[in-house]
């Protein structure tokens, strides 16, 4: 289990948090084996295909997880076994034929076009280097579509002014390029010229305490400061710097922006994974549809 976990860490670059997920599900499994078996000594390695459906139904009936979560763990083990498959270590792969349950995908949820107005109302007006901050998080998070990791990981040689794009390295240090218009290269300047010396710590998003000192932003903070600018004007339960995501994706589909475009510019691997917005904006159609054609009502 340690060799695999090293490898989807240094040669892969998964990120600590799918590291430590990869390691808890198989530790599960494993706990699973040495609990059915009453064996102490069972590796996951030595599961068969009947042990991985056992193990699915045991975790869907008895402990009551949602088909996402079990697919999640099931991915875990598929990754495993080809690896021990690849090194040698099985002769087989047992998970190859198991199919996980099937999730219906929820449709993404997206801040409207009114309530992005109303956040980003008062960005000319800040003037102190906590609110020309925040609004510039706001903002460039709704202009490039960028996540919330990707925008922790930006430094300032990846803010080109002059080519007016942003490099973002996204999944596994993938890198791509999102343009930037004026009116966020103008925030940008507004920003640097107000933010403290960040040097010490090199990104470009940073934190200022009360004593001075300068850090990188953190996940946290981050999540906080949209959830309370956007709580502030959206109805929506969800106010994250993935619905920010959402919303930069459902408005250039709807002003006209190619599938293939929004795919390069969120970073996705397939058109599979950007297509949900098409549904998205189906589902807008629908329902004004419904709700202004007389014939369209339900009696």
Excluded at 146 to 163: F, H, N, S
Excluded at 189 to 209: E, H, I, M
Aim: overall charge positive; some cysteine.
């Amino acid at each position: 289990m340690q060799s695999f976990l090293d490898y989807i860490a240094i040669e892969r670059r998964y990120s600590p948090r799918t590291v430590q997920a990869y390691e808890e599900n198989l530790t599960a499994f494993r706990d699973y084996l040495r609990m059915h078996y009453g064996d102490p000594t069972l590796s996951p390695r030595q599961a068969t295909e009947g042990d991985v459906k056992d193990w699915m139904m045991y975790i869907i009936e008895e402990k009551q997880y949602s088909p996402r979560s079990v697919r999640q763990k099931l991915t875990t083990l598929h990754s495993y076994f080809r690896f021990l498959l690849r090194t040698g270590a099985v002769e087989k792969d047992v998970t190859r034929r198991v199919v996980a349950p099937k999730v219906d995908k929820p449709l993404p949820v997206f801040f409207k076009p009114g309530e992005m107005q109303r956040a980003t109302a008062y960005d000319d007006e800040a003037d102190d280097f906590t609110s020309i901050r925040d609004c510039l998080i706001i903002q460039m998070l709704y202009q490039t579509g960028m996540r919330r990791a990707e925008m922790l990981g930006l430094t300032d040689a990846d803010i080109d002014l002059t080519g007016a794009r942003i490099r973002i390295f996204g999944k596994r240090r993938k890198e791509r390029f999102v343009p930037i218009g004026d009116k966020l290269i103008t925030q940008i300047r507004k920003y640097q010229a107000a933010r403290p010396d960040n040097s010490s710590c090199g990104t470009f998003f940073v934190l200022q305490n009360r004593k001075g000192e300068v850090h990188p932003m953190n996940r946290t903070h981050l999540y906080n400061i949209v959830r309370t600018r956007m709580g502030e004007v959206s109805t929506l339960k969800k106010h994250s710097p993935h619905v920010l995501r959402h919303t930069f994706a459902t408005a250039m589909l709807d002003n006209g922006a190619d599938i293939r475009t929004i795919k390069d510019l969120l970073g996705h691997a397939s058109i599979a994974a950007t297509q949900i917005y098409t549904h998205t904006t189906f589902e807008q159609v629908r329902r004004s549809y419904e709700a202004a054609h007389p014939r369209a009502k339900h009696n």
